[in-house]
Each structure stands twice: as structure tokens, then as C-alpha cells.
């Protein structure tokens, strides 16, 4: 393979990485429509779904360029370093994790939480004994999206350990500090970005 094509392919990895940040901008919906307050109803709530829900198809398209061209790179490496760099093996596993959990959002938790909202007419609210249960879907699938932001980006300081080889502790410290800001927006959501 040229070195330009390798580049390319390894630019285009990484915007799919880049691209996966779908997670994060969950989080911080799910969190500013706890700033809203007041019931479930049809007009904040339809609209916020509709929007997560169109999210995750958006991520299974990216996730599949993040595929395709990680393939074609690992075929470069030869497929003994599947074996033999630990990261690269890693890498793949983190993968098929995000892709496990994002089906498991996508095809189990969504259709839960949109049946419950089918019914509700222009200007309702929730029925009161079904809040409890929509609440509970959405906090599962608000960890869902916590650990996936964090699989992002332990994924994204992998892939530069791969093409930049980084000292370990160097890279422990960038995915101990991921998954600190992981945690961070998944439980308060951030107004200034990383602050």
C-alpha cells in the first residue's frame, strides 16, 4: 500500500472516530431537557427522541466507514498483529463493543421509549404510571451513552498509540482522564465544553 493511500485511509479512520461524538451531543441533550423540567409531553419529548433516535443511524453509518477503512489498514499490518500488538487487538474488540451497545440502544431501549411516546397527541403530557418506566429506559440508555463516549475515546487514544507510540503511562493517564470527563457529562452535562 502507498503511503498516501495509508494516509488517507488513516485520515478518514479518524474522522470516523471524530464523527462517533454522537454520544457525547446525547448526554448533553438528555441533560438539557432535565434543565426543562416539568412531565414528559409530546412537544419536547417527541422532538428529543426523534432526534436521538435519527442519531443512531447516523452512528452505524459511521461506524461502518470506521470499519471498512480500519479493515483495510489491519490488512496492512497483516493480520498477525491481531496477535501481536495488543493495541491494534484492542482497537477491533472496542469496536465490536460499541457497535454491540449501540444496536442494543438502538433495536431494545429506543423502540421501548418511543412506543411509550406514540400515543401522546399534540400538547399532552405522560401518563403518571408511565413515567417511572420511560425514566428508567432513558437512565439506561443515558449509561449506555456515557460508557460509548468513553470507548470513543479510549479508541481515539489507542489509534494515535498506534501510528505515535506513547509511553503507557501516558496513555493509562489519557484514558483514566476520558473516563473522567465521561463521568463528568454524564452526570451534569458540560455548559463550556470540556470545562
Known amino acids: 500500500m502507498s503511503p498516501e493511500l495509508r494516509t488517507i485511509l488513516i485520515i478518514l479512520h479518524f474522522l470516523g472516530v471524530f ?12 441533560n438539557e431537557r432535565a434543565k426543562f423540567g416539568g412531565p414528559p409531553g409530546y412537544n419536547t419529548d417527541r422532538y428529543m427522541e426523534q432526534m436521538i433516535t435519527n442519531q443512531a443511524i447516523r452512528c452505524f453509518a459511521i ?51 418511543n412506543a411509550l411516546l406514540a400515543s401522546l397527541k399534540q400538547g399532552e403530557i405522560l401518563a403518571d404510571d408511565k413515567k417511572p418506566i420511560l425514566m428508567g429506559y432513558r437512565m439506561r440508555r443515558k449509561r449506555m451513552a456515557g460508557t460509548c463516549l468513553f ?21 493509562l493517564v489519557l484514558i483514566a482522564l476520558a473516563g473522567l470527563f465521561a463521568w463528568r457529562v454524564f452526570k451534569t452535562g458540560v455548559r463550556y465544553g470540556w470545562i
Open 19 to 30: 464523527l462517533m461524538a454522537a454520544p457525547f451531543y446525547s448526554l448533553v441533550v438528555v
Open 63 to 113: 461506524l461502518a466507514v470506521v470499519l471498512i477503512t480500519g479493515l483495510i489498514l489491519t490488512i496492512n499490518f497483516g493480520w498477525a498483529a491481531l496477535i501481536l500488538n495488543w493495541v491494534l487487538l484492542l482497537k477491533w474488540l472496542l469496536l465490536v463493543a460499541l457497535v454491540c451497545l449501540l444496536s442494543y440502544v438502538h433495536f431494545g431501549i429506543q423502540p421501548k421509549i
Open 151 to 171: 470507548l470513543v475515546l479510549t479508541a481515539l487514544i489507542l489509534g494515535i498509540r498506534l501510528i505515535n507510540p506513547l509511553n503507557m503511562i501516558i496513555v
